[in-house]
């Protein structure tokens, strides 16, 4: 299975910006669909966004307009910019390799990294 690694992540002020990375260990040109989640300590990882090989986005509506997810296969590598930051985006951010909407929610099915911790200060 392809190998992830996120970084990116720190300590912001409310209001500012920060830009995550996913970097694949291998070529991310056949994989169909990747995406990113987050964590906050005693909850479930959740949905923030997704990308498909052919451009298709999706946004979880907590980010939607703030948030901008991208990949570039010649890096092998995907992409969160966050803007606008609020402190309910404090957790660690993780990406996956097989994202997809199964039934009435998203489903990750593929590898993780080991996550890179974003701490947004009100």
């Known amino acids: 299975q392809v190998q992830l690694v996120e970084s990116g992540g720190g300590l912001v002020q409310a209001g500012g910006s920060l830009r995550l990375s996913c970097a694949a260990s291998e070529s991310i040109f056949t994989i169909n669909s990747m995406g990113w989640y987050r964590q906050v300590p005693g909850n479930q990882r959740e949905f923030v966004a997704r990308?498909?090989?052919?451009?298709?986005?999706d946004y979880a509506g907590s980010v939607k307009g703030r948030f901008t997810v991208s990949r570039d296969n010649a890096k092998n590598t995907m992409y969160l910019e966050m803007n606008s930051l609020k402190p309910d985006d404090t957790g660690v951010y993780y990406c996956n390799s097989d994202v997809l909407w199964l039934g009435a929610t998203w489903h990750a099915l593929g590898s993780w990294g080991q996550g890179t911790q974003v701490t947004v200060s009100s």
């Open positions: 990308i498909t090989r052919s451009g298709r986005i």
